[in-house]
């Protein structure tokens, strides 16, 4: 467990690594890989109950990440937490390399291959179900971006977490409110989003997504409501902590040039400095 | 031949038996436990049922996280929307990732003949080919289904069965074996192998017993598996009856008979050759054994294409 000023260091920390191994690679998903940076510092720091010791164990709580093409944070949280050595996230895009673009259970700590959007959801749900089945006391987490949602097998999925009762299941949903092509209340509006996952049969709780211990203190208080599926709806920025890269589509898998990354890396340590 | 019971029965009967031993069992379903002839099951052992509506996408999503967790799912549904709607789920849940559901495709090819193309699912051998680790088969006969059945409960990887809704005659006889991903020889001859699978297989055996009659000895394979594929057995019957004619419930394109081809033209010997199937038309109508006489899956149609090749 961190303290929440070690956990808005790490953040700033993560975030320096993703844009590492993304200009690196020349490849990433930059944006939404900033914009879930907190929430999944939040799960692997101080939520979920599992590590590389505990992976293989029924009762581990389980993570699967939807937005499969925000890989670079979940490569970056999982080294940090020892699943794997720190310099693997190097081979990044590389030849043979498992650090693929999407998530695949060949690098370890990831439970779920994901990458096509929507299929998340259903997997965790299956998940939260073997729990109460066999009366396991294991959590199950999913993140989902808000784009994302524009995939009918989520609400299809949403059904079935309701009516089967998966208070053991956290839905979060990253929402940045920009998907590749623009704002998502553009492309495909959503809102009024709260109300569409009340109606579903979700307990909601809205929350700012970049804000540490406010996702600490939403996860915490997991079962919302007993029998009924959570919903942390996770207000974010996308591109958060790095002004030019904040609230932009074109950065949805753009990567820094060289200037771009210097004045990104001055402006973290900025952060840094002013954590402390 | 003695007539059986439908496919579709023993399939419910025997993952009732398997379920009643092994509480890790589930069938999940689309509201299709009737079409899948497990109503007498969910009445039996409610608790290892579990119902999705009508959502395929969502009961191989969900298969997919319970195998996760240790179950042994048997996603059940008719194979027609199971391999279509909910294709990208088995690619990427299912087999991608390795989790180890037991997808059954229920009243599969024309089963549903009358309804229209809507409900038929002549692309799954073709579709889940093409997919990277997941097996296929395609039980002849009540022992083939049931055989079938028995052998996937404990599996490591993912594995897709399909069977028909009608009654099916017995093509096995008392000694017989099964094993997947090794074909089964039905009927032994010289002169001319089908090689067929699924629900066909009965019908090839009726053409090479009307054959037999005429002194043509054919020998039958019900290469229940189409992938892996035997592939011994194949190159076996090419050099030992020097002709083939592949029988299949599914179109031309894709399934068993260019399976076989393309392992008797890279491997060899080549010989003479015809797959018998679906054409890539809009299909007749009519029941399963109309649209099988239709083309040519009949024992007059076989026996006249195998007399064609033959010369």
Redesign the interface.
């Known amino acids: 467990m961190l303290t929440d000023v070690e956990l808005k260091a790490k953040s700033i920390e993560y975030r320096e690594t993703i844009l590492r191994i993304i200009k690196q690679a020349r490849a990433g998903h930059t944006g939404g890989d900033l914009s879930s940076v907190d929430i999944l510092n939040v799960l692997y720091n101080n939520i979920l109950r599992v590590s590389p010791e505990t992976f293989a164990d029924?009762d581990r709580d389980r993570y699967?990440q939807s937005k499969g093409h925000s890989v670079e944070v979940l490569y970056t949280v999982l080294a940090d937490r020892g699943f794997f050595p720190a310099q693997e996230l190097d081979t990044l895009g590389q030849y043979q390399s498992h650090f693929i673009g999407h998530p695949?259970?060949s690098v370890p700590g990831i439970?779920?291959?994901?990458?096509?959007l929507g299929?998340g959801?259903?997997?965790?749900?299956?998940?939260?179900?073997?729990?109460k089945?066999?009366r396991r006391s294991y959590r199950v987490y999913t993140l989902i971006g808000d784009g994302e949602l524009d995939e009918g097998?989520n609400w299809?999925?949403s059904?079935?977490a309701s009516h089967y009762k998966l208070d053991n299941l956290t839905v979060i949903i990253d929402r940045n409110g920009l998907q590749i092509t623009g704002r998502t209340e553009d492309v495909n509006p959503l809102e009024p989003l709260a109300d569409k996952f009340r109606a579903f049969g979700y307990a909601v709780w809205e929350v700012d997504g970049n804000d540490t211990q406010a996702l600490i203190d939403a996860f915490s208080r997991t079962p919302f409501e007993t029998g009924k599926p959570n919903l942390v709806l996770a207000h974010t920025i996308k591109g958060k902590g790095v002004s030019f890269i904040e609230n932009a589509a074109k950065w949805h898998h753009r990567v820094p040039t060289d200037e771009e990354y210097a004045i990104a890396q001055r402006e973290l340590q900025q952060a840094r400095e002013q954590l402390s | 031949m003695e007539l059986g019971r439908a496919n579709l029965d023993v399939f419910a009967d025997t993952v009732l038996e398997i379920a009643g031993q092994d509480r890790d069992v589930l069938v999940v379903t689309s509201d299709s436990r009737g079409s899948g002839k497990l109503t007498h099951y969910g009445d039996t052992l409610p608790a290892q049922i579990i119902e999705l509506g009508i959502a395929e996408q969502n009961v191989i999503g969900i298969s997919a996280g319970l195998a996760s967790a240790g179950k042994k799912v048997f996603a059940t549904s008719p194979a027609c929307f199971i391999t279509a709607r909910a294709f990208e789920q088995i690619k990427n849940d299912v087999a991608y990732s390795d989790q180890p559901v037991r997808i059954i495709g229920i009243s599969a090819g024309v089963s549903y003949g009358a309804l229209g193309a809507t409900h038929h699912s002549l692309h799954d051998y073709a579709a889940l080919r093409a997919v990277h680790n997941i097996t296929i088969i395609a039980p002849a006969d009540n022992f083939e289904a049931r055989e079938a059945i028995k052998a996937i409960h404990n599996i490591d990887h993912p594995v897709y069965v399909r069977f028909g809704k009608a009654a099916i005659p017995h093509v096995h006889g008392e000694n017989s074996t099964f094993t997947i991903g090794k074909a089964a020889t039905i009927r032994d001859g010289h002169d001319l192998t089908f090689i067929a699978c699924g629900e066909t297989v009965p019908v090839a055996l009726a053409a090479a017993e009307l054959l037999a009659a005429q002194g043509i000895e054919c020998r039958v394979l019900s290469m229940h598996t189409i992938k892996p594929l035997d592939e011994q057995a194949i190159r076996q019957a090419a050099r030992e009856t020097g002709a083939i004619i592949t029988v299949e419930e599914h179109s031309i394109h894709g399934g068993l008979g260019e399976a076989c081809a393309a392992v008797l033209m890279q491997q060899g010997p080549v010989v003479p050759f015809r797959i018998v199937g679906f054409p890539d038309e809009y299909m007749v109508t009519g029941s399963q054994k109309e649209i099988f006489n239709h083309y040519g899956i009949s024992a007059d149609g076989l026996a006249k294409t195998a007399r064609a090749i033959l010369g």
């Open positions: 029924p699967v695949t259970r439970e779920q291959n994901t990458g096509a299929h959801l259903a997997v965790a749900v299956g998940m939260a179900l073997a729990a089945l066999d097998s299809e999925a059904l079935a």
